[in-house]
């Protein structure tokens, strides 16, 4: 119960004490998540919007793969990302392992599969409702993905918050690719991996509930834009 | 008025279509011609839509053929307005445009024409409006609209007064009624036999699947030729 | 608004590699350089008087030069003799020079089950706790401290693995993981000094056995093979390592304390006593 209320104190000194090493933390996390929410949006949505239109041999087991890859651990993830970025690796020449560009790259080969699986989720059922119009407006499936992305848009504000909300929560990847390097790629988990390690668990949770708030903010965010866009789209 | 290089007359032969081994369309051969609105009438499941879907293009038959008239590509000059409309999660006037831009159209000439056509429809003052929050009376003059924008030689309707009420039924026919006289063949399905003498120029009588009769209006409702239309327009059940 | 917020995204994005560009190095070295502290009281003065940044990526001793052979570290900072100088010896890097040193700890609960706190002998001590059957958290992680805690079962010859499952408990985890999970369950283990006087969550453990020249703990730096890696920022990383085994860097170590204790003491310049 001590360490709860410590924890809380804490917290509630992180935040508006404005210490710049939580700070800079602070923005590294939501500029490496948001990034790599963007990055995996450029492929997850256009993806699944394909797989929410299109028939062709194979569609199925890349459906199922892609339901599977959302269970994907982020330790695997980051080991496979490692590897491939390691100098012995054959990206290794980009120089990206233990930069926030690392970073960046394992959380997006995260969160691609989520967008793409939650993606064809939310358009195949406005694909049932379109299809025969757009046909008959001479739009093929082709031409319906932007179509659809574009009228799903508000629907899939929802999908790029899982994905955010998997990739700021995890540790495993960042922590691998990253190397938890003080003051450049240390982010909101790994520093709280670090508290713990370190035996400070208040200060540890401390972060956690940070961390939660940061989230929480960003969601809160996302909801009132849906809301507002619900309301106007219908 | 209308182009030399007309699309219609629009031929079928024989054409017949199967779905899941169950046939639904049996050997119909028909013309359709430019003029006042052709209305296909006919029990429930008698295969109305799925034949305004053939035409269209929407389907494709498992038996005979299509014919369009002319050398101009057919899948540019028709239209198509659905019973329930299915209207894109956008503005009044962004779904009216859409299609113009697949079209190929302009910006400019797609906002010009699409504000036309909303004018048309009565609906010039909701442009900006979320076109799903629209009632349904609205949303289906909104279809007519948009598909009106396309300037279609030939529009096909499937049932569009069926989920209306009273006011908004005469506001859409008064809608065909225009499109009509503006040259636009229309070619719809209806269940309602009201509707259909009000708006008929000619009446295709289908039952069961198969075409049992084209013939003008008024000869048809006066007089029809088989007793599956007479019993029909007396009001039997026929099936 | 779209294009300008992806506009935005990109921008930052793009902007990652001219980060990467400044002038640094990173060094692959262990959790307890780095959860002690002394890093972040040393780097800093690195820093100012060169105007090299330094990147630390901290692992347990084994991973830190796997880190090293890989070529994703320009030098490696680590404390485990032998597998240093295998490092040296398959050509992965060198010359091995010796930095500093410490020593390690026995810790243990305060009802110490097998009856050994204030024991000199921890080879004596590590018979008891294996006779006693009594909980022993190991790293089992190929760090340093668990290379020096297998030395030490070896020479107190007992074979824990037998106690594997009951008693003998490895973790393969960090230092701090480890200390947490012997916290937890009253159990005894092997953490290096430094560490330990950082570490918080300590409930009822204590300091049981120390002070045997047997728990010594040197630290060495090895610069990775630039003919390996022609990448590896051999003018910085030599900076360093020159740095440190130099009379700054060697007073910068010994500047570090905890609660006025001293964690590791500099010992570049005098040769290194063999454990």
């Not at chain 2, 013939?215 to 007396?234: G, I, K, R, V």
Request: charged content about 15%.
């Amino acid at each position: 119960m001590n360490d709860l209320s410590a924890a809380f104190a804490a917290a509630a000194g992180l935040l508006a004490g404005g210490d710049p090493a939580v700070l800079g933390i602070i923005g590294l996390s939501l500029r490496v998540s948001l990034s790599a929410v963007v990055i995996a949006a450029l492929v997850g949505l256009p993806l699944g919007a394909l797989l929410a239109v299109a028939r062709f041999p194979g569609r199925g087991a890349l459906i199922v793969t892609l339901n599977a890859l959302m269970g994907l651990p982020p330790v695997v993830c980051g080991l496979l990302v490692y590897l491939l970025l390691s100098r012995s690796g054959p990206l290794g020449s980009l120089g990206l392992l233990f930069t926030p560009g690392a970073m960046i790259a394992a959380q997006a080969v995260l969160i691609a599969p989520i967008l793409a699986a939650l993606t064809r989720q939310v358009l195949e059922s406005y694909w049932e409702e379109y299809a025969e119009q757009l046909r008959s407006f001479g739009a093929g499936p082709w031409r319906a993905i932007p179509t659809l992305l574009w009228d799903g848009r508000f629907a899939l504000l929802t999908v790029l918050l899982a994905g955010f909300g998997r990739a700021s929560a995890e540790v495993g990847a960042v922590m691998i690719v990253g190397g938890n390097i003080e003051g450049f790629t240390r982010v909101m988990t790994t520093a709280i991996a670090l508290e713990t390690s370190k035996g400070d668990l208040p200060l540890a949770l401390a972060l956690g509930m940070v961390l939660m708030a940061i989230v929480l903010g960003v969601n809160a965010a996302a909801q009132t834009l849906r809301g507002a866009a619900t309301r106007w789209a219908g | 008025m209308r182009a030399p290089d007309t699309i219609l007359p629009l031929t079928t032969e024989a054409l017949g279509f199967a779905h899941g081994g169950q046939p639904i369309l049996h050997d119909v051969s028909l013309t359709i011609e430019a003029g006042p609105p052709s209305v296909i009438i006919g029990p429930n499941g008698a295969g109305k839509s799925v034949l305004l879907r053939l035409l269209h293009g929407l389907l494709a038959p498992s038996a005979g053929r299509i014919h369009w008239s002319g050398i101009a590509d057919p899948r540019p000059r028709q239209a198509m307005v659905f019973q329930r409309p299915v209207l894109l999660r956008r503005s009044v006037l962004a779904n009216t445009t859409y299609p113009l831009g697949l079209a190929g159209l302009a910006r400019g000439e797609r906002d010009a024409r699409a504000r036309a056509a909303l004018e048309l429809v009565g609906l010039a003052a909701l442009a900006d409006r979320p076109a799903r929050t629209l009632s349904v009376g609205e949303q289906q003059r909104l279809a007519l609209g948009r598909a009106a924008a396309l300037r279609p030689e030939i529009l096909f309707l499937d049932e569009p007064c069926a989920s209306l009420d009273p006011a908004a039924t005469q506001a859409v026919e008064a809608i065909i009624a225009q499109l009509s006289a503006a040259g636009t063949k229309i070619v719809m399905t209806t269940h309602d036999l009201a509707q259909a003498r009000r708006l008929a120029g000619e009446a295709l009588f289908l039952h069961r699947g198969r075409l049992l009769e084209q013939s003008p209006a008024a000869q048809f409702f006066a007089h029809p030729a088989t007793p599956e239309a007479a019993a029909f327009l007396a009001g039997a059940l026929v099936w | 608004m779209h294009r300008r917020f992806l506009a935005a995204a990109l921008v930052a994005l793009l902007s990652l590699p001219a980060l990467a560009q400044e002038r640094s190095i990173t060094i692959a070295s262990t959790t307890s350089t780095e959860q002690s502290g002394l890093f972040g009281h040393l780097l800093p003065i690195f820093t100012r008087e060169t105007g090299i940044a330094v990147r630390v990526v901290a692992l347990g001793t084994g991973q830190a030069l796997d880190v090293g052979r890989r070529g994703d570290a320009d030098l490696v900072f680590v404390h485990d003799r032998p597998a240093e100088e295998r490092f040296v010896a398959e050509g992965a890097g060198g010359p091995r020079l010796h930095v500093m040193f410490n020593d390690f700890v026995l810790i243990g609960p305060a009802a110490d089950p097998a009856g050994i706190a204030g024991q000199r002998d921890t080879a004596e001590a590590l018979r008891r706790i294996a006779a006693a059957r009594a909980p022993f958290v190991s790293r089992g992680d190929r760090s340093g401290t668990h290379a020096a805690e297998l030395r030490l079962w070896q020479q107190a010859g007992v074979d824990p693995v037998a106690g594997r499952g009951a008693w003998y408990r490895e973790v393969g985890q960090g230092m701090g993981p480890a200390l947490n999970t012997a916290a937890a369950q009253g159990a005894y283990i092997l953490a290096d000094r430094g560490t330990w006087l950082a570490f918080r969550n300590r409930q009822d453990l204590r300091i049981v056995v120390e002070g045997d020249a047997r728990l010594f703990n040197q630290y060495g730096v090895m610069l990775v093979n630039p003919q390996r890696h022609l990448h590896v920022k051999v003018a910085e990383a030599q900076r360093f390592i020159d740095w440190i085994v130099a009379p700054a860097g060697q007073a910068a170590i010994a500047g570090y304390q905890i609660n006025g204790e001293q964690l590791f003491f500099p010992n570049a310049t005098v040769p290194e006593p063999v454990s």
